[in-house]
């Protein structure tokens, strides 16, 4: 299924122009965090106190982080809506569907049974 | 174990398209679905599979009501008449998925790739293939399947006669196997070569149903080809009308 999905999202113009809006973002984000980070720092030099609690897990990565969380956001409904407009344009959502319920179905009923024991 | 259809109705806007059909498919049993254009096939094929609600009517399978998509998954497999694979994928990628989804044993699985001629195709995408290709690829997907009703709609338009012969032998070997085969079929010497019986429809209503020789007794018309049966059932329908 993953595959058959992900061979329809790979080819589509859509993913990647999505994908290259996303790194601009995602590395504009990172320019500006250690931008601010390295400006910061020099600043805090002086202070003893201030540069034990400068971490660059806060000023750097977690930014960051927050820039790849927004891109996906963006970006997989893109992807998601992409795949199912194509399968439903050519008549196999339906039929899809029908020939994969039966599997998410016991698949299903296993975990809940899983979960309840 | 049978598939029971009991007076399906169902409509496309304002328009009635299929009253009253009822039908049964028992295992291993291939009922064909005949008619004139707009007569209703691909609607109550449809309807079977829950692809457009019915307005009235209920199936069964072993007397239990089959009204989920859940339900319907347990017991059928399809091919819809319009449907094309998506042009991204390659061919092996599909062939993978209609296995893995199917549940039916790989050496079956592999029988049937061979018997479609799809082994060649493997490394190219759906959107290289010619129309009859994508045929086989969806047809591979319908009967690569351990469920007990296999659903096609109009399974045999696409092929040239040779491999219509290989398709007609793979259809009544799933049969055998236990399948149940509810196919609409448009050509009526295709349909006289592969039903076990025959359902005629013509404007939404079933006008007979039953095997060859039940329908040629009805048209009083021993011997003659179905589609002469077909004329004279259909004209002593519009005469009574």
Same mark, same amino acid.
């Given at each position: 299924?993953?595959?058959?999905? &992900? ?56 930014? &960051? ?32 569907? &029908? ?19 | ?241």
């Amino acid at each position: 299924m993953l595959r058959r999905e &992900l061979a329809i999202v790979m080819r589509a113009r859509i993913t990647w122009l999505a994908a290259a809006l996303s790194a601009l973002l995602v590395g504009h984000g990172f320019v500006l965090a250690i931008d601010l980070y390295s400006a910061g720092s020099r600043s805090v030099l002086s202070n003893t106190l201030a540069a034990r609690e400068f971490d660059p897990l806060a000023g750097i990565v977690r930014p &960051l982080l927050g820039g790849l969380y927004l891109s996906v956001s963006l970006l997989a409904p893109l992807v998601a809506a992409r795949a199912i407009a194509i399968e439903k344009e050519r008549r196999t959502f339906r039929p899809l569907l &029908l020939q994969t319920a039966r599997r998410w179905a016991s698949s299903l009923r296993k975990r809940s049974r899983r979960w309840s024991a | 174990m049978s598939l029971d259809v009991q007076r399906l109705t169902m409509t496309r806007g304002r328009r009635r398209v299929v009253e009253d059909v009822s039908l049964t498919l028992s295992p291993g049993e291939i009922l064909v679905v005949v008619g004139a254009n707009g007569a209703g096939k691909t609607t109550l094929l449809d309807g079977v599979l829950g692809f457009v609600r019915p307005t009235g009517g209920r199936i069964t399978w072993n007397g239990a009501a089959v009204r989920t998509l859940g339900e319907r998954a347990r017991i059928l497999s399809c091919m819809p008449d319009d449907a094309d694979p998506p042009a991204e994928v390659t061919v092996e990628a599909l062939l993978a998925f209609a296995r893995r989804f199917g549940g039916v044993a790989p050496e079956v699985a592999s029988g049937i790739e061979e018997r479609l001629g799809l082994a060649k195709l493997r490394k190219a995408r759906a959107g290289e293939l010619s129309r009859g290709e994508r045929r086989r690829i969806q047809l591979h997907a319908a009967l690569c399947t351990s469920r007990p009703v296999i659903v096609l709609d109009e399974p045999l338009g696409t092929f040239d006669p040779l491999q219509l012969l290989g398709i007609l032998d793979l259809l009544r070997e799933r049969a055998a196997a236990g399948a149940s085969l509810l196919l609409s079929v448009h050509q009526m010497a295709d349909a006289e070569k592969i039903a076990s019986r025959i359902l005629i429809l013509d404007e939404g209503r079933a006008l007979a149903i039953g095997t060859l020789d039940e329908l040629r007794e009805r048209a009083g018309a021993p011997g003659a080809s179905l589609e002469t049966v077909f004329l004279e059932l259909l004209r002593r329908a519009r005469a009574a009308a």
